[in-house]
């Protein structure tokens, strides 16, 4: 049993094959930007109120209109049967257990409604060439009962990962894009000194995106509309203006542009000049992360590669539960009797 | 022969149980704020002055009225039995023989009557579900002669060890709170995974005080009060207001919220509006150190773990003298003939 | 086959002499600053944009009115055959096929009419004590058709280079100042405790140059004149006003003044001041340190050590279309359409 | 052959008895200040100038009125004869021979005559119990031709240094504190758990100085007068108002106050108010290093340990000789023609 959400990641690299290890827990590039999530968050302090009176803390909140048992969502992860044969449906069924929304990736190995049937989900979306997929994957999304539309802003093309390209990485025969047409695709032809996830995304998404695309999405979609992978307050400001409910604070994980700033440093900018809510992903390990990016003003946060490590042990509700468990008393340990107070806690940098 | 009070750590390791090591040393979570206490006192430098016309530099104070032969009091601990057979009884008389305040835990392993029968003491107290048994403590720390009540607020539950945790840590049958009806508890029974300690403390401890119950305290007692645990300003103030002759600004150790500020960096803050006393616990560990906090603003410093390693290898009193002696130095080597007189250093961040 | 350029260190490393190798890597004195370019360079942060539109970023563009197919250029280097057989001329041919301008240095271990033949080129100069071969140099470069000539600034004497001096190293018989009359030099003959380059250095160059050297060059050189290693933003604007078209703002890659600041650390203030074009060197590796060199003021790079690696394992192409690849990738990432765009983004030190 | 000074503390650590290494290489307390003498001076830069016409710099200059071949002083250190036969002979002939002051300490184990014809030297006071012994020295010391008086003001009480108390060091018979009477001491009488030295200096010297003693000595003592051990601004203006010509920045090469900034660090504020002279110690190990201390303000350094270490292996005037053509050298990369030029440069943090 583990005792922390990092020991999944020890855990699971004793089952997992190497080159799903390394497409997991990779960065792009040199990998600053992934170690800077880590290290920022590490360096952000949080100071805690004694004698407020608080009996049990309800981390309970809301997250984009959705009811959530927690500030956290579980992030949206392409091929999640690369680490356990239920794919998705398994992680959707621990999120449903814990009562935090599922992000339904576009590259889900499970088609997006069966996934949405086992959870409150959100549907993200990658931008493909093929609009008139775009528009069946939102309608899709609709009709499956998503409650909220994510379309994820940084991956014109796919960050230069070099774990991937030095194992030349492709997808297993059995694992593909369910909700795709052709779900067969370059991702699943090995070249060597190339990821082929990165050939096959090149191909299939649309890399010139504009505002005017994303206003096209808010005229076309009903759903709360979550614009992921924002840094620059200026394009949070567009965001709200473009019609989004809701920007998410994300550098991909250190997945996407090698020299981002931490999600976590480029936070309070966003929040400040945003006229929507905030959420934060990237590095988020720990109960004490959620209080941190709470307290730096994000309504809630979501979280990655700890899911997967979770899951590839068949511990993924244990791990929801291990980081409700963890907020609730970092909650506690800090006076904070509602997720509103959290924000009222005073920061630093260590 | 120690020559440090870091080199009673490595002695007693040796000596106990990897399992009551781990409780002693151990902070909560990922253990940043425990490292951050040393890293951060380290960092704070102290510019010594000269030809001042020092001969021999007096640490003598007085901390919360009671007279101190330096500005350091033993800080509470629970269970010292752990580490010695007559538990708090040879680090009371340590504390005794160095001429400094020792504070009873209201977790001692011995009585409070008979450790206050041997020092001048002070009485923590943690607030119990039960509150004749709250009353019960302070008129019995009253009676017993007990020089001051020391409020811990930090600890509305036990911070998440995770040390204890993966030892699933429990009281050897020994071991017992003394004061407490019904000694023998949930501390010893241990479960896998979890820690017993904690478990204890879940079920006995009132988690929802506010300050309210300060007050009450406050006219329920007539011993000077400390309020032990504070980080934000606004607490210091509130507890002033409530009647607190001291806070004590401290992070438990980096035993409870992980993500906490070092106390050191939190003091300034603190001294600046607190209306009261100023008392700083958490990494202290040499003469340096207790120079470091007076100059940024303390009256004086709580220490805690090295006195457990000391005791452990019979070395308590040995440890007060070669802190007595550090500080003494330190003083004499910044210039400085009394404790107030280290007040006027000008400090720094390296 | 390398995934990022600092790969081809590795590979070189199996395959050079360690005294050439040492040559290459080392950086003077301690090596402070040195290890500075690499830490300063990670520590800045690039926000990206998103939906801004671009489908396929335009790296092109002019350096010193030279058109480059990127904005770097390959940095003046001297004694190239020690890596390659071919030397220079091999180098040479990967920038003119990466689109890129190439220059030669004073220090060509091939003559220069031979390296201009095979890439738009710049000539670098050292200034000579001989002020008739300086003329003869300049008069060289302009008729072999250089496009601009860089005056090196910082080198009055050789940095003290640890590396070589405890190498003694001497450059093997069949490698030359090939531009040079008496080609066969001091730097031939092996002292132990010494640098045979460093010593041929001080009894080959000039070290009492002034400004009015530089107006003396303006005046007799029709090309764009740019001025290496500059750091100060007074010695810009005194570049510029002796009519330089361009400074690179420049440490020598750690191997002059143990000391000087990182060169991206410098290149803000210059930027702010120069009225002429700005260059940067010193630890450019991949394409995100573009990106960071052009968010903070500069119109490009130079880049060094890693295409002598790359070129030692005959793959300089191969690198330049790898840096070629990343930045155009982080440019994408970023939002960035042409190379003016990325002056736009926001940077920050993490 | 050494490269750099720091390469003469490993050929000296294979000749030299641990006890006597580690009482030269040591610092007090935990090393705290020992270290960030290192890391502090490591993280300023220097911006060099280029194209100022110089051709060779020269680096002499005055200290105290002194003239010296570079702005460096030999540090007063005792006891020489521990690491070399000849003891302060070996070492004030290298002063000589390299044109720079060589400081006599008060504990020389050769007497003040004997060394003082040697070089040009300054002699170090010590404050002793017995004031007819000082006035004795001062006057042997202006007999003997010494240049100027330095009176160390930081050790009142000798710092606590841990590497001497585990080693319980004590000195050799054959080595003596020359210029006392009774120079066989309690330094010669080992202590389990103790320093010896340490043990002789608290029984030697008076440690309760104040200003009005620093008086005496000025209207005592014709010679230019120096404080050293200054780190706060207040007392470098007290040195001067209380007649001192110059004072020295340093915290006794880490070996007193532990947890004192480090020297460099402090120099820039003493520079700012005093209204005298100001030099530099503590960490001292290259010409890059001078280049610093002068650029921050500083007229010149001292350096200890590196030239102990040199004597141990016959090379203090080699090592001398290392020192200042580093020095040169920086000079010229950084386009400095005089000392003076030095101050002009930029300096900042890495
Ligand atoms: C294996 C993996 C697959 C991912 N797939 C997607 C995806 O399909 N769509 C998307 O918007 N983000 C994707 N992300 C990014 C995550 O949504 C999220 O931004 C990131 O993982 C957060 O950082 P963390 O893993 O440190 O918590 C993926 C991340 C990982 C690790
Ligand atoms: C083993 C142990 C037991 C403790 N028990 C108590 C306690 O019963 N009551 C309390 O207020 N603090 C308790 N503390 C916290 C200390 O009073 C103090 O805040 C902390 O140890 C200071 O940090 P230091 O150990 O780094 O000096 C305990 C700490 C340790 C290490
Ligand atoms: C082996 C070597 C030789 C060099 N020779 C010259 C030279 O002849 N002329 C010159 O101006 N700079 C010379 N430089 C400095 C480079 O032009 C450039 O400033 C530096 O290498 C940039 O740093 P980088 O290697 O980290 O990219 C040389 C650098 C190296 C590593
Ligand atoms: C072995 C040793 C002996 C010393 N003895 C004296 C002394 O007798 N008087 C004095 O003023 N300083 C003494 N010092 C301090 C030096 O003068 C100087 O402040 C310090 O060594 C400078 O730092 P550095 O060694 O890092 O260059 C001594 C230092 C060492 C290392």
């Keep these: 049993m583990a005792s922390s959400l990092d020991d999944y990641e020890q855990l699971a690299s004793l089952l997992l094959p190497a080159g799903v290890r390394d497409f997991v827990a990779g960065g792009s590039g040199s990998e600053t930007t992934l ?18 009176g608080v009996s049990s803390p309800d981390p309970s909140t809301r997250l984009l209109g959705t009811p959530a048992a ?6 949206p992860m392409a091929y999640q049967q690369l680490v356990h044969p239920d794919g998705e449906l398994a ?3 621990a999120a449903a257990h814990a009562g935090i929304p599922y992000v339904i990736s576009t590259l889900s190995s499970r088609p997006l409604e069966k996934i949405a049937a086992e959870a409150t989900t959100w549907f993200q979306l990658y931008w493909l060439r093929d609009r008139s997929m775009v528009e069946s ?12 539309l994510m379309v994820t802003v940084d991956v014109p093309v796919m960050g230069r990962r070099l774990r991937d390209v030095r194992n030349s990485f492709q997808l297993p025969a059995e694992v593909v894009a369910a909700n795709l047409v052709g779900a067969r695709t370059e991702a ?23 505002w005017n695309d994303l206003e096209w999405i808010r005229r076309r979609c009903r759903l709360p509309l ?29 997945r996407q542009l090698d ?45 990655g590669r700890p899911l997967l490590w979770a899951m590839a042990v068949d511990a993924a509700a244990e791990a929801l539960g291990l980081l409700t468990a963890e907020l609730t008393q970092a909650m506690m340990l800090a006076g904070c009797a509602t997720v509103a107070d959290v924000a009222e806690l005073t920061t630093g940098r260590a």
């Design 35 to 52: 170690r800077r999530n880590r290290s920022a968050l590490d360096a952000v302090t949080v100071t805690p109120r004694v004698l407020t």
């Design 188 to 210: 699943h032809v090995g070249v060597a000194g190339a990821s082929a996830v990165a050939t096959h995304t090149a191909s299939a998404f649309e890399p010139s995106l504009s």
């Design 259 to 303: 020299g981002a700033p931490a999600s976590i440093d480029a936070l309070a900018a966003v929040v400040e000049v945003a006229n929507c809510e905030v959420l934060l992903d990237s590095g988020v390990r720990s109960g004490t992360d959620v209080l941190r990016a709470l307290a730096l003003g994000a309504s809630g946060v979501l979280i």
């Design 91 to 93: 992680l959707a069924r």
């Design 70 to 75: 927690m500030p956290v969502a579980v992030a």
């Design 226 to 254: 979550v614009v992921k992978g924002i840094l620059d307050p200026r394009d949070a400001r567009c965001a709200a203006e473009a019609g989004a409910e809701a920007v998410v604070v994300s550098n991909h994980g250190g």
């Design 137 to 148: 994957l939102i309608d899709r999304a609709e009709q499956a009962g998503c409650a909220a």
